[in-house]
């Protein structure tokens, strides 16, 4: 992302929800987002997802400028490439666990035996495969989320973003889906996490803090800091 700025206009109000933003994620990259409630974190991971499009700048996902795209394009490319966890699982009730983590798949020219043997090894991956015809009330929230990750995974994206994944979920169960995210990282998985939980942020390899619709804190697992000239004071 280069100098990407996101306004939103109401009646009375124009905010600023992202300024100038300058960000960049590598491939196999672990980045948390946090910051205080209005900072951007949801704005930035919408952008990121190719679910809204900034006011203006510049956004390059794979080599390919994504910043001008109709919402049909938009959306033809966010199914390919990016894979989504919400905070409240999103799944759909009268779908079954299986059912749900083809549906993306369904959107695409792929034959039904790949398809099935995607969403099963997906299933087996967040060790949900016994459950795949139940119906999401059937589970617990843990197991919804972890449903909801194999959901995001079976397209194989380029991206993982989650906005605050354990943010429903009691510390137990955010813990799993926590652990889950680490593990799929290791295998290459690249992912974007935005998280309130600083315990949370910090199973990162990157924590980037926002204010105000800034990145003001930008540190890598070395501990070298990347903006050394921002500062994490006020945040
Ligand atoms: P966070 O996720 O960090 O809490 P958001 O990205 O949701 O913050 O919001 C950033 C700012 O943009 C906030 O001031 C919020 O009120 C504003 N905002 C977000 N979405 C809209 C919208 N659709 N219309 C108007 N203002 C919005
Ligand atoms: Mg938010």
Known sequence: MENINKIFYT??????????FDFEIHKGDYVSIS????CGKSTLLSILGLLDSPTNGKFILNNFDV??????????IRNREIGFIFQDFNLI????????????????????????????????KVGMDKRADHLPSQLSGGQQQRVAV????VGKPSILLADEPTGNLDSKNGDAVMQLLEELNQEGVTICIVTHDSRYADYAKRIVKLFDGKIVGDLAESNIELYPDKTLENV
């Open 150 to 153: 194999a959901r995001a995974l």
């Open 93 to 124: 009730g009268d779908l079954t666990v299986f059912q749900n983590v083809e549906l993306p798949l369904t959107f695409r020219n792929m034959p039904k035996e790949e398809r099935e043997a995607n969403v099963i090894a997906c299933l087996a």
């Open 67 to 76: 910043s001008n795209l109709s919402v049909a394009q938009r959306a033809k």
């Open 35 to 38: 910051g205080p409630s209005g």
């Open 11 to 20: 009646d009375k109000l124009e905010t600023h929800a992202l300024s100038g």
